[in-house]
């Protein structure tokens, strides 16, 4: 797992998140270019974090001016991989590890959620591979 380096930015955002929600944020990903701030938070706590009818959502967005988005971790790389697609399903996830130790993930989606997918794979990429080191994630 690599090291995960926040701003003071970074430490910002999520001490207002943390605030206004309650929930505890692992970590925190700002996309600049999409004025879009994605929180991640501890296993069970999405829901704290959204609130009712997404309320905590809509005071943040009001806040910070800046799209909002919670994704719940999870410890085991494939749920991780599903909360981070999520509403899209994905079909089928396998983990494939090469004797030199670097591991890819291959995840599968139906066909018409395929453009829904590929706009969150930059995130998926990243996300797994500071938390589980993985090399690549192939989208199918």
């Known amino acids: 797992m690599g090291r995960i380096r926040l701003t003071n930015e970074d430490i910002g955002f999520i001490t207002i998140f943390e605030g206004i929600t309650g929930a505890t944020v692992k970590d ?10 994605t929180f991640i938070v501890s296993e069970g706590q ?13 005071k943040l ?4 001016k800046k799209k909002i988005e919670v994704l719940e971790f999870s410890k085991d790389p494939l749920k991780f991989l599903a909360n981070i697609f999520r509403p899209v399903q994905i079909k089928n996830a396998y983990i494939s590890e090469k004797s030199n130790g670097e591991k890819t993930l291959y995840a599968s989606v139906s066909k018409d959620r395929l453009g829904m997918a590929k706009s969150k794979a930059k995130i998926a990429k990243e ?12 989208l199918q």
């Open 46 to 58: 999405a829901g704290i974090a959204i609130g009712r009818g997404g309320i905590n959502i809509k």
């Open 127 to 138: 996300l797994l591979k500071r938390y589980f080191d993985f090399q690549e994630v192939i």
């Open 28 to 37: 925190c990903i700002y996309d600049k270019e999409k004025e879009k701030i």
């Open 61 to 64: 967005e009001d806040k910070l």
